[in-house]
């Protein structure tokens, strides 16, 4: 029986590279519902977007070798700022342009506003930092969490 239990606990654990590509996997979705929610801040899908955002964050295992989660700079580096911060504003243009073309009734004009790719960019880097120390603690962002995450930045 101890061997079946040491057995099913390293399976548990993961390469931190492994771990970091399946966070950075759903990164176009995420990008596109928090942009959405800070566009749109008072539509009524807002709950819906930020209950999605939490079912696209992978749980995440311990890092093989280590028994812990990695560290929140870990998932940080390599879920957001490393991989795709860079590419940020192509994502931001591209989606954008998608939106209105979607005819969804929602007014997109602050999005083209001056200032306002720096002011989502800001908004997504806070949700990025706090969702990973919760992750990097637990293993798992809760539906929940997400939506006091952008209550509490918005």
């Known amino acids: 029986m101890l061997f079946g239990k040491r057995l099913a ?8 590279k492994e771990i970091l590509n399946k966070l950075s996997f759903k990164i176009t979705p995420i990008l596109e519902h928090l942009i959405y ?3 749109q801040r008072g539509a009524r899908e807002r709950n819906h977007w930020a209950k999605e955002i939490a079912g696209f964050v992978e749980d995440i295992p311990k890092v093989k070798g280590r028994n812990k989660y ?3 700079e870990e998932i940080l580096n390599g879920w957001w700022k490393i991989t795709h911060r860079d590419s940020f504003d192509d994502k931001y243009i591209h989606l954008i342009k998608q939106a209105e073309t979607e005819e969804s009734g929602f007014d997109w004009s602050e999005a083209k506003a001056d ?3 720096e ?3 800001k908004f997504i ?3 990025f930092d706090k969702a ?3 992750l990097s603690d637990k293993g798992v962002l809760f539906r929940n969490e997400v939506v006091e995450i952008i209550d509490l930045l918005l």
């Open 132 to 134: 990973s120390e919760i």
């Open 115 to 117: 200032g306002a790719r």
């Open 70 to 72: 990695p560290t929140k």
């Open 9 to 16: 606990y390293g399976e548990m654990a993961s390469p931190l």
């Open 37 to 39: 929610i800070y566009f």
């Open 119 to 121: 002011r989502v960019k």
């Open 125 to 127: 880097d806070s949700f």
